[in-house]
């Protein structure tokens, strides 16, 4: 055998009990983690997934975190009923798959719950007393969701709302929640240039109280559980919030009116963890009504806080320009938008979405406006 034969052996044999240890992690994490298997695993997703582990372990590590808000003398006291799987079963099924040992701990008040799902599902739970901490349990917390189901190719209007929540809100976490990591050079920009993103496996629901449903409100479902069980702040992929929202961290609810006909706006909701008026309009789902769109999501919550107002606080500054004045948001500028909380755009096939940032630099709308207010921090067009 030639030298550089015998080299190549030396050196195959040397790596080969490394590789087959390796081979042995992944198999035995596999099994481990196997409700995970359901999601559609690509090189991109495992890279995603490698990078949050990577990103949780420096937080873990690093002075800004450690000890800051480490929750000490912390012990799991399970309850005898969990209310919330009880609740939350009663019409998701899928449900049940929520950790019990997390999401019924007793004890657990100042913990982001989520972010103890989120270390569990990629092996770092051992470090949730530092990194999953609430500073302010009295507060809404600065956590943001989006919920996504099936096949979602990220878009430039989803990375400008992932880019504006991190700069406007600073939360302490992003969760986007699905049986699916996004797709798209704008989901690889997303997980390059904005901190805290975090993706949580969900299975998707199979139905709403044992009835056939349509995707969307399978995430509306989904998004009311993990407010109630959780707290904080859920926005819809295509909502770009414009301001800080610390005036509304105090109040226990907070919404917008879409218009009188249509209903309550369920693209922007901001709650404290076991609000009321969440786990009654999640327990309407025990009714659900697919033949009206509107009814369970937005016509529901409506006609509840119409009965007691006080129980919601209502920002008027969320949904306009409304879907019936979607020109002043895509053919014309002058809006005052800067009044807003945030703005729902409205990103239906129907409507014109700008696609590339080309399509923003120079364009004289008002979309194109907000859209370089939150990249560039600068209203005025670009040559």
């Known amino acids: 055998m030639s030298l550089i034969g015998r080299f190549l052996v030396f050196k195959t044999a040397k790596i080969l009990p490394t590789l087959l240890i390796f081979a042995a992690m992944v198999i035995v994490y596999c099994l481990t983690h196997k409700k995970m298997l359901h999601s559609t695993w690509t090189l991109s997703s495992l890279r995603s997934t490698w990078r949050q582990k990577t990103l949780c372990l420096q937080a873990a590590e690093s002075s800004e975190h450690q000890g800051k808000y480490e929750c000490k003398d912390y012990s799991p006291k399970m309850s005898g009923k ?3 799987l009880e609740l939350f079963t009663r019409i998701d099924p899928t449900a049940r798959h929520y950790d019990s040992e997390i999401i019924c701990d007793q004890a657990s008040s100042n913990f982001d719950l989520i972010c103890r799902l989120h270390l569990k599902q990629i092996g770092l739970q051992s470090q949730q007393s530092t990194i999953c901490c609430l500073d302010k349990v009295d507060k809404v917390p600065r956590i943001v969701y989006y919920v996504i189901f099936g096949v979602y190719q990220f878009r430039l209007v989803h990375y400008i709302s992932l880019r504006a929540t991190s700069r406007f809100i600073a939360p302490s976490a992003i969760y986007v929640v699905g049986d699916q990591h996004p797709t798209g050079k704008w989901w690889r920009k997303v997980l390059a240039e904005v ?3 975090r993706f949580l496996f969900r299975e998707i629901p199979g139905n709403i109280s044992g009835l056939p449903a349509d995707i969307k409100h399978l995430s509306d479902i989904v998004r009311l559980q993990l407010l109630y069980m959780n707290g904080g702040i859920y926005l819809d992929t295509d909502t770009v919030v414009l301001t800080d929202l610390q005036p509304l ?8 009116l879409v218009d009188n006909s249509t209903g309550m706006g369920n693209a922007f909701i901001m709650a404290k963890r076991g609000n009321d008026f969440i786990e009654e309009w999640y ?6 009504n697919k033949s009206n769109y509107y009814w369970n999501s937005l016509q529901i919550p409506q006609q509840m806080w119409l009965k007691n107002p006080r129980r919601v606080h209502m920002v008027d500054k969320i949904y306009r320009p409304n879907w019936f004045e979607s020109e002043l948001l895509f053919n014309k500028s002058g809006y005052p938008w800067r009044n807003n909380y945030a703005v729902h755009v409205w ?15 120079s364009a004289n709308t008002t979309i194109a406006e907000i859209f370089r207010y939150v990249l560039y921090e600068d209203l005025s067009t670009r040559i």
Do not use: D, F, W
């Open 249 to 256: 961290l105090e109040h226990n609810l907070t919404l917008g």
């Open 283 to 288: 327990s309407h789902y025990t009714k659900y």
């Open 195 to 197: 901190q805290g993103v």
């Open 347 to 361: 990103s239906a096939p129907n409507y014109p979405v700008p696609e590339h940032i080309k399509e923003i630099t």
């Open 82 to 84: 969990c209310h919330v």
